[in-house]
């Protein structure tokens, strides 16, 4: 069973105003209604909206990490490398509990929500499909679709569609070969969904070591699970797809690998049609190396970048509506998101052990610096204000028992803050450029205002009102 932990809005208020009393579902809510609302923002998915691009415009953020630790929810099961998401004022986390020995029958997941204003915990979902996800450090977080009053989540070989009021499973499709009528492995599915064109996308993932043959993207139907098509495109199948609803009447882009050598991008419709390829763009183009870091989609334009495993990779930039090569150039190698912030890519990766953030101009790719930021990056997703770039470090695969929170200043590539304890996986931010970042299993909150939510609008969220 899945548990409510409260119901209490107490975390919703800001100043004293008018008493109101909201009823359904036969129990009634008590709160004082906020005499300034602030807005929360939303943060849809593991990198903030469905273009992938993780920054908020705002002027400014959270420059320093001394005295501006809002709250901190100590040790729990929150698992590290997964993203989270936001909705009018409430997180939602991945947690996971490992039982061991590689074997999965006694692993365990389940969704989180959690207040944003102070850290508490709002409900837990029941245990979700674990499969291989806990083993293989599965970085899937949640989707939220605010149009459709869910949220989606991928865990070991199911998609599941849950209730945002309590986090009870609306529907969950576990994919097989017999449910894709294909028999390429489906080990587990390893990236975030994207939602769009009223289907739920998820990419499959073979195992470690596999030759990018195997990932299939599947679309499945929002409102019951249902299974509408699936491509087995190739490809690496860490990566979230993106749904651009103003191209081609909506399109699905994913990474894609022909067998061979080339790796590069396709886009599908929502009905499964091919709109493009890299190799079927007006000029064929392809990446030497795999796709392994999520692209990003700004203003028509996706920028992503290769993996080699040895420190140096390609960035790449298409247009979004056909899948033309605009440039290529030599880079770091990453396998986090880029970041796009005014004329500028960010690209956090680099040689292993010796991370970089390293800056290009975005219209044709030139280096423009690189700040040295040391350790490791695996998946690490950042995020940014219009002022500076937040990121984490990650451990040598637990060798190494701190990592590091970092704060860049975007203006000359300086460090703007460092704190060492045990950070790790993906940064989220809110409206006000506030932070929420992974430690030691649990989570904290770093800046001067933690949002609180109106309760009238997330009622309304979570389909109460």
């Not at 149009?147 to 989540?153: C, H, N, S, T, V």
């Not at 679309?219 to 509408?228: F, W």
């Not at 609803?245 to 990474?255: I, P, R, W």
């Not at 950042?382 to 203006?411: P, R």
Request: aromatic share 12%; with cysteine; hydrophobic share 40%.
């Amino acid at each position: 069973m899945f548990s409510v932990r409260t119901l209490s809005f107490s975390g919703f208020v800001f100043g004293i105003s008018d008493l109101f009393r909201i009823s359904k579902f036969g129990f009634w809510i008590l709160f004082l209604f906020p005499s300034v609302v602030f807005a929360s923002g939303d943060w849809l998915s593991i990198h903030g909206d469905d273009g992938n691009n993780a920054h908020v415009p705002v002027a400014s953020g959270v420059d320093t990490l001394t005295g501006t630790l809002a709250w901190d929810t100590g040790a729990c099961e929150l698992s590290p490398g997964a993203g989270m998401a936001l909705r009018d004022g409430i997180i939602y986390t991945v947690a996971m509990r490992d039982g061991g020995n590689w074997d999965p029958s006694d692993d365990r997941i389940w969704i989180e929500a959690r207040y944003a204003s102070n850290g508490s915990p709002l409900w837990d979902s029941p245990p979700l499909d674990a499969g291989n996800s806990v083993s293989y450090s599965s970085i899937s977080g949640p989707t939220i679709d605010p149009a459709g009053g869910a949220i989606y989540y991928n865990s070991g070989r199911s998609v599941q569609r849950l209730n945002p009021a309590d986090g009870s499973v609306a529907w969950s499709t576990r994919l097989t070969t017999s449910t894709t009528t294909t028999n390429v492995s489906l080990d587990l599915i390893n990236a975030s969904p994207a939602v769009g064109g009223g289907k739920v996308f998820v990419e499959t993932y073979d195992d470690y070591f596999g030759a990018y043959r195997d990932k299939l993207l599947v679309a499945l139907n929002q409102s019951d699970g249902s299974i509408a098509w699936w491509k087995n495109c190739g490809g690496t199948g860490r990566i979230r797809p993106i749904y651009l609803n103003d191209v081609a009447g909506g399109v699905v882009v994913t990474e894609v690998f022909d067998g061979s050598t080339s790796h590069g991008l396709a886009a599908y419709s929502a009905d499964g049609a091919l709109v493009w390829n890299h190799l079927a763009a007006p000029v064929a183009w392809s990446t030497a190396r795999p796709v392994e870091a999520p692209f990003i989609c700004v203003d028509g334009r996706i920028y992503g970048v290769s993996y080699s495993g040895s420190g140096t990779g390609q960035l790449f930039c298409v247009d979004a509506a056909t899948g033309s090569l605009i440039y290529k150039v030599d880079s770091i190698e990453s396998d986090t998101a880029p970041l796009l912030v005014g004329d500028t890519v960010y690209l956090y990766g680099g040689p292993f052990g010796d991370a970089q953030l390293v800056a290009y101009r975005a219209s044709d790719g030139s280096l423009l610096r690189a700040t040295t930021i040391g350790g490791y990056c695996f998946r690490n997703a950042m995020a940014a204000t219009d002022s500076h770039i937040y990121l984490t470090q990650s451990d040598f695969f637990g060798s190494d028992t701190t990592t590091d929170m970092v704060i860049v200043n975007l203006a000359d590539g300086s460090i703007a803050a460092r704190q060492t304890a045990t950070y790790n996986g993906p940064v989220m931010l809110d409206a006000q450029g506030n932070i929420y970042v992974h430690c030691a299993g649990g989570l904290r909150a770093f800046g001067s205002t933690m949002p609180a939510p109106s309760a009238v609008s997330s009622l309304a969220w979570m389909g109460l009102e």
